[in-house]
């Protein structure tokens, strides 16, 4: 049973829809992230939320929109995607960001197809 | 300079052998070397890590060993089992100073899919 929760599991959109990805952790950390995942390439960080002020924001396009509002819940807002943004959203979690030996939690993920 | 590279892509091993990951850096400022376990379906989840003021650290069958002049980290599965199966990434944790907070991000390689076979 894992402590970070992501739902869907599977969203097949088109490039004109708008859906949100949701992510919830059961674990008290106080960090929050959202990673893309797309075969044979590292895992790409998108953003980052430590104690719900965003503190990283990997030059993501403006077509995802986070939102944290609180240290438990993590939302990623899609509108207008490309069919390259097709891959695996991962969510994960730690207890903060300060610490380099703060292991991230991944929940399961949401598999995104965009047509 | 941010990349971490690992190879090989994908690697079959025998039951009962040994699986050899390796990962290179170019960064210096990098201060944390964790590795991760992905099982299909699931979301990765840290296997074992170390720091690099120490040449090797295991945890039961696994060991990771680094050595800080040549810039690589290799994980080792002694013993490799059938439910040892699952992709690998190594990752390397460096400090940034987005919006002056300073917090850590960690930069991860492409993965190793690893299949041991009976």
């Known amino acids: 049973e894992t402590g970070v929760t992501q739902t869907p599991r599977h969203l097949v959109m088109g490039m004109t829809n708008k859906k949100s990805l949701k992510c919830e952790q059961h674990?008290?950390?106080?960090?929050m992230y959202w990673y893309k995942q797309s075969a044979k390439k590292p895992l790409e960080l998108m953003f980052v939320?430590?104690?719900?002020?965003?503190?990283e924001n990997n030059s993501v396009p403006s077509r995802f929109s986070p939102e944290c509002p609180n240290s438990s819940h993590l939302f990623l807002h899609l509108h207008t995607l490309q069919p390259e943004d097709s891959a695996l959203y991962l969510c994960a979690s730690s207890q903060q960001t300060r610490q380099k030996d703060s292991p991230l939690h991944f929940g399961n993920g949401t598999r995104l197809t965009v047509t | 300079q941010q990349q971490v590279k690992q190879s090989p892509q994908s690697l079959i091993v025998q039951k009962g052998g040994i699986s050899i990951i390796n990962c290179a850096y170019e960064n210096t400022a990098f201060d944390y070397f964790p590795w991760y376990q992905q099982f299909p379906g699931k979301g990765p989840a840290l296997l074992i890590a170390i720091r690099p003021d120490v040449s090797e650290k295991k945890e039961g069958r696994f060991t990771i060993s680094f050595n800080k002049s040549a810039k690589q980290f290799s994980l080792h599965i002694m013993d490799s089992q059938p439910g040892d199966s699952a992709t690998y990434f190594c990752a390397a944790s460096l400090i940034t100073a987005y919006s002056g907070a300073g917090s850590y991000q960690l930069t991860f390689g492409k993965g190793t899919k690893l299949s041991v076979i009976p």
């Open positions: 939320y430590n104690f719900k002020e965003q503190t």
């Open positions: 674990l008290g950390h106080n960090a």
